[in-house]
């Protein structure tokens, strides 16, 4: 019979853990390592005693093991974007889901998108007051939706309005769920469960009709966007996606894309502000039509801002062994990239905000983790990374954008994502226009590593 070896943690009641997490999660996933070092067992809300790491070699354990030792957890997104959904499927399933659907997210069907990207922050960025102060993430969330909603959906006139005012509306209720369990039966059919069973019904109802004219398109095959390459694809033994799996998927896609992508942009302004030699720097790199330092602050604001702090998996194996500790069937494992992006050895002066670390050095695949790691990591980590880059080549070429010495914003937490607490204000003014460069200056491939934590 296997020995259980668990790392040590707090003795107080779980309800008193768990609230200290939702309260605070930065300052309690530090004090936490300060007191037990790099592994501790905490009561998490919605998946009880957990056993957190940070060491970079169990880390490296947990990411690369088989699905048959360790693989999602049971209380995931699936539960609200369907069982068609990456976050529902586990082993073989999952496997062969991520390979129909990672195509389109990588090399040079990429370079498709700039265009669209840019267009759409140009649109979003021409509403911008000049001198006087506003919310980036609010426009940031806009600007991701739509990218997401053309190049994903394919979306375009009615159904592109219907749906830009319903997923917000989606996304904010199932991200609540997501982080308080509450009773699917609470307040009955004037409760949360409810309210996200009818906007879930409208959306299935808009996507479904997208994916009947699709299938009828004659020039499907010409089109570029997710949802016409979906419909194209086929599994190995030839079969193609249901349309309620690619329902599922489109979902999923926007779940993983949206408010993440765009909370990291205003993270990425809250973090320019307070640094203006970076700025200066980065200003100057963009009007030469470099791109080197403007890679690397995107790298840096992931890391000491990653608005994913955590990734988990469950034991599935009799027993599973993570470095130091002998885990059994059903233990929750949980990674948090918050104390992995605070390791000094891995990132000496973990603490400062410093793009150079990043500059011609591609960060390590087990210790650089905002979009997880190993078999679920971000599929779409490649198409974000463009995005991000594009927007913030856009903002620095079009606008001014004024430093500032107020206090940093702290992160607030939002049911699945950290966001800026103030929502990365900012005061910008319009630049005189410019020629640039070259005309057809185009953003250089991201750099990826593996494709995985949906």
């Known amino acids: 019979m296997t020995t259980v070896t668990l790392p040590a943690g707090p003795s107080t009641p779980g309800i008193v853990q768990g609230a200290e997490i939702l309260v605070g999660r930065t300052r309690a ?14 009561h998490m809300p919605r998946f009880g005693p957990t056993v957190v790491i940070s060491d970079p070699a169990e880390v490296r354990t947990l990411f690369t093991a088989g699905s048959e030792l360790a ?69 940031m969330m806009r600007l991701t939706l739509n990218v997401i909603l053309r190049a ?24 609540a769920l997501a982080a308080v369990p509450v009773p699917r039966k609470f307040l009955g059919r004037f409760g949360p469960w409810a309210r996200f069973a009818q906007y879930r019904r409208q959306y299935d109802e808009i996507v479904a009709g997208m994916i009947a004219r699709g299938a009828e398109d004659p020039g499907l095959g010409a089109r570029h966007d997710i949802l016409a390459m979906l419909l194209q694809a086929r599994y190995d033994d030839g079969s193609a996606m249901t349309r309620q799996e690619i329902a599922d998927e489109l979902l999923t896609l926007l ?67 993570l470095g130091r500790w002998t885990l059994p069937r059903g233990q929750h494992v949980m990674v948090s990239i918050r104390l992995m992006h605070d390791n000094e050895e891995l990132f000496p002066n973990a603490r400062a905000f410093d793009p150079d670390r990043f500059v011609g050095v591609r960060p390590g695949t ?4 905002p ?26 070429r079009d606008f001014t954008l004024e430093t500032t010495d107020a206090p940093d914003e702290r992160a607030h937490f939002r049911g699945v994502a950290l ?27 991201p750099r990826s590593t593996d494709a995985s934590y949906l």
């Open 29 to 42: 996933w530090r004090r936490l390592h300060r007191k037990y070092g790099s592994a501790f067992v905490i």
């Open 152 to 175: 994903v959906f394919g979306a375009e006139g009615a159904e592109f309005e219907r749906l830009r005012v319903l997923l917000p509306k989606l996304v904010l209720v199932g991200s």
């Open 255 to 321: 779940t993983a894309g949206h408010e993440t992508t765009a909370t990291s942009l205003a993270w990425t302004v809250e973090r320019l502000r307070r640094h203006p030699h970076i700025l200066d720097r980065l200003v100057a790199e963009a009007d030469s039509g470099g791109s080197a330092l403007r890679e690397a602050t995107l790298l840096e604001v992931q890391r000491v801002r990653p608005v994913i702090d955590a990734t988990a998996r469950k034991v599935r194996a009799e027993s599973m062994q």
């Open 366 to 369: 087990f210790s650089w983790i």
């Open 371 to 396: 979009f997880g790691g190993g078999q679920r990591r971000c599929i779409g980590a490649a198409f974000a990374t463009m995005e991000m880059n594009i927007v913030l080549r856009t903002l620095l």
């Open 419 to 445: 966001v800026p607490a103030k929502k990365g204000r900012a005061v910008v003014h319009r630049r005189a226009p410019k020629h640039p460069v070259d005309a057809h200056n185009r953003i250089a491939e």
């Open 71 to 139: 693989d999602n957890i049971d209380a995931n997104l699936g539960q609200f974007l369907g069982r068609g959904s990456l976050f529902a499927l586990r082993g073989d399933e999952h496997r062969k889901e991520r390979k129909l659907l990672a195509p389109p997210f990588h090399g040079r069907r990429l370079a498709v998108y700039e265009e669209l990207i840019e267009e759409e922050a140009v649109k979003e960025m021409a509403s911008w007051p000049s001198g006087r102060e506003f919310s980036t993430m609010d426009s």
